[in-house]
């Protein structure tokens, strides 16, 4: 997997793209199929090497579309207000619930799981339905090789990204990457 925050550019360039997706439900969406392996680790006391629900397609379709709901609703306006200092209710606002809260919840964890699929020698897509991985997907064939690509390519657009948007002068930079 990239390290979760090298998933934010996917979710940036969409809001970029398409002002009206919404960069709060991306951001979470593209980091929650990742509590999976947070759960691991609190549970068994190591990182995993394998991959379950929240990378599989159902898994992500349903409760990693629930739990980037109710994080973005619920959780993100406090805590973006809080750490970053941004006035609650414009949090509060860009973080309402709606359908399309919804659809950008979706497509955000199931953008998350493509990307892992592309480099992760194991991501059950099919979880739990078949167990196995479709390794056929890993750019290059070879896991390391493409790990060490998307990782590159994602860390340098994410530079680029805090870049551009610290030469800009208006909204305030946090509002800018974590708001839109």
């Given at each position: ?126 979880y739990p339905f078949i ?50």
């Amino acid at each position: 997997m990239p390290l979760t925050p090298f998933h934010y550019p996917i979710a940036y360039l969409l809001n970029r793209w398409k002002q009206q997706l919404g960069l709060p439900a991306l951001i979470v969406s593209s980091f929650t199929p990742d509590l999976d392996s947070l759960l691991y680790v609190i549970t068994f006391g190591r990182i995993p090497m394998e991959r379950t629900v929240l990378h599989s397609l159902l898994g992500v379709a349903t409760l990693g579309t629930f739990l980037s709901v109710m994080l973005t609703v619920f959780l993100y306006p406090s805590l973006v207000s809080f750490l970053f200092r941004l006035e609650k209710e414009g949090v509060r606002e860009k973080c309402r619930f709606s359908v399309m809260l919804v659809v950008l919840c979706l497509l955000g964890g199931v953008l998350h799981v493509f990307v892992d699929s592309l480099h992760h020698p194991y991501n059950p897509l099919l979880y739990p339905f078949i167990n196995e991985s479709f390794n056929e997907l890993v750019l290059f064939n070879n896991p390391l090789y493409a790990s060490l690509v998307v990782q590159s390519v994602l860390l340098t657009l994410l530079i680029f990204i805090f870049l551009w948007e610290t030469g800009k002068k208006d909204k305030g930079f946090w509002n800018r990457v974590l708001l839109g």
